[in-house]
């Protein structure tokens, strides 16, 4: 299972103002994924969470991006991709990966990856954090864009 191993992350977000940009495509997905990711900012003290719908995950890099510019200090990029019989999955995975990336390393405002890329819907049901899921990658996605922000948040304090 990918989730074997995965860390236990202790965060304070207090004070974060964190955007959840999620894609509509997916609904039952979507909203597990949605659930988790606001839950677990929820639970580390996060107050200020905007909820940003965009039409699918394609358009999340761009979304990301703004939420970013706009002055927010953690993005989590929610979305689902699911196998097809054309290229169609591996162009929209590869350019929304890349972008998300982008938007983390350009902006220095931390991405949490929560684009589930599938090949059925079932792998995407069991990552969807909905009861009976084996994982909850909206929480792995908010955890993981927190705890960045945290990280940076201690290196500017420590600067010289």
């Known amino acids: 299972m990918?989730?074997?191993g995965a860390p236990s992350l202790a965060i304070d977000g207090s004070g974060a103002r964190v955007a959840i940009v999620a894609s509509l495509w997916h609904t039952e997905v979507m909203d597990g994924l949605i659930a988790g990711a606001q839950a677990a900012l929820a639970e580390a003290g996060?107050?200020?969470?905007?909820?940003?719908?965009v039409p699918g995950s394609f358009e999340l890099p761009l979304v990301a991006q703004g939420a970013a510019v706009a002055g927010f200090d953690a993005v989590v990029a929610l979305g689902v991709i699911i196998r097809g019989g054309t290229p169609h999955f591996e162009?929209?995975?590869?350019?929304?990966?890349?972008?998300?990336?982008?938007?983390?390393?350009d902006t220095g405002v931390p991405v949490g990856f929560g684009l589930?890329?599938?090949?059925?819907?079932?792998?995407?049901l069991d990552r969807a954090g909905l009861p009976g899921s084996k994982e909850d990658k909206g929480r792995e996605a908010s955890e993981a864009a927190l705890g960045a922000w945290q990280v940076l948040r201690g290196l500017v304090s420590t600067a010289p």
């Open 2 to 4: 990918a989730g074997h």
């Open 46 to 53: 996060v107050t200020q969470v905007e909820l940003v719908r």
């Open 91 to 105: 162009y929209v995975s590869a350019a929304a990966t890349d972008g998300l990336t982008r938007v983390a390393l």
């Open 116 to 124: 589930l890329t599938c090949d059925d819907d079932q792998q995407a």
